[in-house]
């Protein structure tokens, strides 16, 4: 018998901790990450990669002030289960599908993450690792990936529950929603996807499964394909070859088994169009979890951290302990570096299934080839049509609500009816009462056409940048109704608009009817990450902190300005004006070594940067740590010995000062 649940599920976690309400103004590098594609790389995949990417990341705000101190949470969980299955999601971190446990094999089939602890691997920072992570929109996760979604009680026409969640993602305007269903007697979970685009202009779009799966000796991963689009995680962007599967390397080194895997590696499948579309990860005994999809999600994917110190360090630092993993993903492009057109006025919907894959072991551990038959003569077996799938959410009976997401699928409703525009979702509500404090300055703006001048003392708490609210803005600085809050906000949406030099005017005007921090460190980072002037950004950031020293997100663009303007000595008079907690934070303390090394003060950055120290925050990708490590450890040696030759101090520090496996982020070994 079928049965859907909401009850409470207790997981050892980390704070997610307050937002950080500092906008991007060109300061997510996940965005702006370049790429080199070798000569190998076909062209009819060149032509797409690099398409959609997005300018900014607002309307969103960043997550970054989690930390490492795990304590008992109880979520809010939705279980979904038969006599077969049984399926735990988190709708409050994204919907997220966090367990698979297959009931008559008695079997986890997706890697569960015994902690929820947030890193900075995702747009916003905030990522976490296990389960079936669902990506909407845009490349380098879902904005959402660590913010509640709406969760609601549905029956098909059997009378089957399901699940449905969903939101509205602001960035490209769309609203998603996944219906999940487990039928009585099923050993297969699927769910249907929808992504409606009810606005009157075309959208890029973009979709991606990221599926957690445990990664053991004998892991196999195993899809319909010959060749792939290796991605290699280099220093300064992504490196995208063209290689063969099995044996990408030419060596004999069979890279479907992630164990041979020396470093980190995207392995983008290529699966031919009149192809089903399916990826499995399979164990010795040949069982594991097989993921299958109707032919709209063209795309699939393996992702590993490899068996280098680096990419085994990350594996830990997301898990809290060695539990390997890999992610095998399936998406609607043939890689993550580009996306679709959605036109306007149009529905996109797919099916997925999760199942456990049970092949016979020799068959499925050998030749690849003969894999590939065994998994999908199996699939076969199961579910013989895919495209069939979506049938059986048909007809599916209205539910009601158990929890909420944000109200800003209701704010673009106001505004939409306000512009005389359809609303976001032909199918879904998003209820005036969900709306909360970062959502009701809007809709007030919205009623009454006039923003309210707010408290700078603090950071505005949320932000709107659809271009229908230029022309209210306009309005009320026309009305002479104009304050210094407005200006700030005005200055915020024309920015994400690619309005830059209009931002500028209106941040300038915000800071001269009243000064406050918001409007000049929104001014520096404009003058150094977009006009390229260190002075003027400098200048802009002393002011701000002048007016503000308490608030990390400031502080961290502080830091950044000053050290890139090479006025270290003022970095680190400024530091020692904060207050203690803020003289603990990790990446505030790391910058501050930076500025000790850079004025010559070995000794004392040895105090900071030594095998004790913790990085809360240390993004995908990043070296600063290896690299501040190797540099500062070296002068210490060329200090103490007067030795000159970089080779020799490079073995030397090495040797004497190896840098710690648990401060090793390195992803390319």
Known sequence: MSKLEFRGYEILSADLGAENYMPDIKNVDYIHAGYTLTPRVRQEDAESIGRGMIWTLLPYTLQDNYNRTRRPRTFQAAVLENDKLRAIFLPELGGRLWSLYHKVLDRELLYVNS?????????????????????????????????????????????????????????????????????????????????????????????????????????????????????????????????????????????????????????????????????????????????????????????????????????????????PYVEIQAGLARTQYEHIIMKAGSVLSWAEGYTAAVCDPDKVQGDYQTAVRTVEAYLNGIVPHQETMLGKFMNLKPGHSELYGSAWGYVENVLREKCDR?????????????????????????????????????????????????????????????????????????????????????????????????????????????????????AYMEEAIALNNTYRGLLVNCAQVMLEAGACDRWLQVFETLGNDLKEDGRLKLDKAVALIETGKYEEATKIVNPDFILCDIKEGEVSISRIWTRLYKELIRKEEGIRDEKELEALCGFRYPLPVHLDFRMDR
């Open 115 to 323: 902690v929820f602890q947030p890193a900075n691997l995702a747009l916003r920072n905030a990522w976490f690792s296990g389960g079936v992570e669902w990506n909407i929109g845009i490349k380098g996760h879902n904005p959402l990936t660590c913010s509640p979604v709406y969760a609601c009680r549905m029956e098909d026409g059997e009378g089957n529950p399901v699940l449905r969640m969903y939101e509205y993602e602001r960035i490209r305007g769309v609203v998603y929603s996944m219906d999940f269903l487990l039928p009585d007697d099923s050993d297969v979970l699927y769910v249907k996807t929808t992504v409606e685009n009810t606005a009157e202009e075309d959208k890029y779009m973009y979709w991606w499964s990221n599926i957690a799966v445990p990664e053991t000796r004998d892991t196999r991963v195993i899809a319909p394909c010959r060749e792939a689009l290796q991605t290699h995680y280099g220093e300064n962007g992504y490196v995208i070859d063209a290689v063969d599967i099995p044996f990408p390397r030419g060596d004999g080194i069979d890279c479907t088994y992630p164990r041979n895997a020396e470093c980190s590696r995207d392995y983008f499948f290529r699966l031919e169009k009149e192809q089903k579309k399916w990826v499995a990860s399979v164990e010795k005994d040949g069982i594991g979890l097989l993921e299958f999809s109707t032919p709209e999600l063209m795309g699939r994917k393996l992702f590993l951290w490899g068996q280098g110190q680096g990419g085994r360090n990350w594996n830990s630092w997301l898990a809290g302990e060695p539990r």
């Open 422 to 538: 359809e609303p976001v979702s032909r199918t879904v509500k998003f209820p005036a009462e969900a709306a909360g404090k970062e959502e009701k300055v809007w809709l007030d703006f919205l009623r009454t056409g006039c923003m309210k001048e707010e408290n700078l003392e603090l950071p505005p708490i949320s932000f709107h940048v659809g271009k229908d609210l230029l022309s209210l803005f306009k309005a009320q600085i026309a009305e002479g109704k104009a304050n210094a809050y407005m200006y700030l906000q005005y200055g915020v949406a024309l920015y994400a608009n690619e309005m830059v030099d209009a931002a500028y005017e209106a941040f300038e005007k915000s800071r001269q009817l009243r000064p406050n921090a918001w409007a000049c460190r929104n001014l520096s980072m404009i003058e150094k990450n977009v006009y390229g002037c260190l002075e003027k950004a400098l």
